[in-house]
Every structure is written in C-alpha cells, then in structure tokens.
C-alpha cells in the first residue's frame, strides 16, 4: 500500500519525528550501556576518555541530547492549546492525568521494582530474593524509581501550570494571536539559542551535567531547553507555526546544523585536552562549561528547526508501518526500558567490539519496542490510557 499525504489537518511529518526521537532515545540509552559517558540503569562497558569507542558513543549521545528531549517537549506543547479549548480544562486536566498519570502509577509500584531487581540480581549486585528487594526499597526509600520516566512528569507538571495559568488569563489573550505571523528569522533563532545556552550554563554552575534530583531522576542541567522549548511550542501554535513551514528558515537552520555537527569532533576534543577532563564541560565556572552549553543549544535550535523543515516537505506522509509507529510511539517510549535491559543482558555474554554490540542491540530494540507497544496497545481498553 503507497504512502498517503497528510489529510485532515493532521502533521504526519510530525509524527514521523516522534518515530524518530523515540529510535534516538534507545540508541542514547544503549551507547550509555557501551561506553558513552552518561547516566542509565545497566552499564556494561565503562566509559573511559582513552577509548575510541567511548569517544565516538560519547559524540552520539552528546549530538542526540543537544536536541531530542527539547523537540519533544515542543511537540508536545503545540498541540496543548488546542486539545485544551477542544475539550475544556476539566476534561483536558482529567485527560492528561490519566494518560500521564496512570504510567508513571503502575511504573512506580510493579514495573521498576522487578525490573531494577532483575538488573540488580542479574549483575551480582544483589543476590537476595524480590520480597527482599521490595522491602529494601521500602525501609530505604531515596527515590520513587521514575527513570526515564522523569519526562512524563515533566509533560504534566508544564502542562498543569499552562492549563492554571489559562484559566486565571481567560482565553482572550490566547486568542490574540495572528495566525499569520510568520516564523521567526534566523538570526532571531540564533539569539534565542544563545540566550539558552547562556542560561543553561548559569544553571550548571549548580546543577552540572550528570547530578539529578533523586527523588524524580530530574537533571536539572537540562532543564532550561526543556522549559523554553515547551514555551516555544505553545507559541508555535498560536501562530500555526509547524502547518506550514518556510523554506529559507529551514534550509539556513538546516546548514547550520551540519556545520556545528561536523565540528563537534575538534570542538570537544579542544575543550577535554584544554583541561584534561571532560569535568569542566560538565558545568561549574569553565570557560569550557560556556563553550559547551553554547554549543550545544545552538546545535539542538538547530537542528530541531532543520527536522521539521526537511520532514515537512519530504516526509509528511505515512503508510501503514509508519502510522501504526506514530500511534504506539507513546507506549515504545515507556516499553523501551525493560526491552533494551533485558536485551543487553541477554546478550552480555557474546563477545563483540562495544561499538558492534551497541549497533546490534538497537537493531533488536528499536523495531522491538514499537512491535511490543503495537501488541499492548491492541489489549481492550489500553488505547485510553496508552
């Protein structure tokens, strides 16, 4: 069956980056399992700055977080404003907390357990039974065990403040805007990049890269994008920004993208050999700090701009296999952690270069994960929360 073209109003070209974001999320999460330095459940192969595969995993997981949970965030605020005035703030409220809410419930009391458990025990870092680790949790309990299901907090959290803060404006000043508005220039995109990276910066000087708020697995450090990106896509959408996006925005976004892609190799190498750590990109009061923080929201602008100019124009249709994965995207994102997990230690035993077995585990686990999502979502009465 061929490809059909949007219809109905309906972005498909954004969510086919939903598609996308989703695969970068297991690929970030399996580079950390190999070598990237970073944050995750199960670490097979340490990260070490003398290694090339750590290195180039490294660059992988730096590039993709430069942009992919901000795009995220911003894809997920463009459609608020109007699900909200469609259904009305109590029924859009009860919505959210019951597709946001229940996950992160049932996460929480009978997946991470067992699943943390099973990561624990499997690595020998625990070798009492499951009744034992449910009571060690309990008598020592430091965090509600989200990982990365921080986001879907997140989402409702800036959600909850937009719809409370719509109530208390009215919704005339939401009406104002003109839908005619152009986007922005690019040198305005520029400055509003900066602007980011300025303060990204400024808040690592407290919450560095890598140090979270336990009780949530919120990293701070990440957190202005975040925010500004949301802000941006509830503004995208009172001007109907992503239905029609021009060309020589795009395309200079685009150019750029490549340009601060192609240099990040040199770019961190210049800033570790300039310290002899990868520390002081990190955060804290390091010029390189700065350089990095950027660098790093200049490239995320970027490319997260340049993504939605190519996907509008070359891919805003989808056939069956690609609108079957945008509809189970939500729930791949959350059946993505026990897949890879099991998958990686499944596979701990076969002896493979780090850089070979992380591109044969996201080879199982990215069509896996969407297969998995597609076969929950199938159960009756799943699709209303999933």
Known sequence: MSAEPSTGGRLLYVDNIRILLISLVIATHAAITYGAYGSWIYVEVSASGESLYSLVLTLLTSLFQSFFMGLFFLIAAYFVPASLERKGARRYVLDRLVRLGIPMVIWVLFIAPPLFYFVEYMTGKFNGSLLDWYWLTI????????????????????????????????????????????????????????????????????????????LFD?????????????????????????????????????????????????????????????????????WQALVYAIWEQLTGMMISIGLLWVFSLTLNNQGPITQAAAADSYTAYIVQIPILLTTSLALRGIMLPPILKFLLVITIVIPLSFTVAHLIRSLPGVKRVL
């Open 218 to 286: 919120l990293q701070f450090s990440f957190f202005v994008q975040y925010i500004a990106y949301f802000l941006i896509g509830l503004y995208a959408a009172r001007h109907r920004w992503l239905n029609s996006f021009p060309s020589p925005t795009g395309r200079n976004c685009g150019m750029a993208a490549l340009v601060l892609i192609v240099i990040q190799p040199i770019l961190l190498i210049i800033l570790v050999t300039s310290n002899g750590s990868i520390e002081s990109l990190l955060g804290g009061f390091f």
């Open 139 to 214: 008598t020592h309990f430091q965090s509600f065990g989200l990982g990365p299901l921080w986001f879907l907090l997140s989402l409702l959290v800036f959600t909850l403040m937009y719809v409370g803060w719509r109530e208390i404006q009215g919704e005339e000043q939401e009406k104002g805007g003109d839908p005619s508005r152009s986007v922005p220039s690019f040198l305005t995109i520029v400055t509003v990049a900066l602007g980011i990276g300025i303060l990204t910066f400024l808040v690592r000087l407290v919450f560095p890269i890598g140090s979270s708020w336990a």
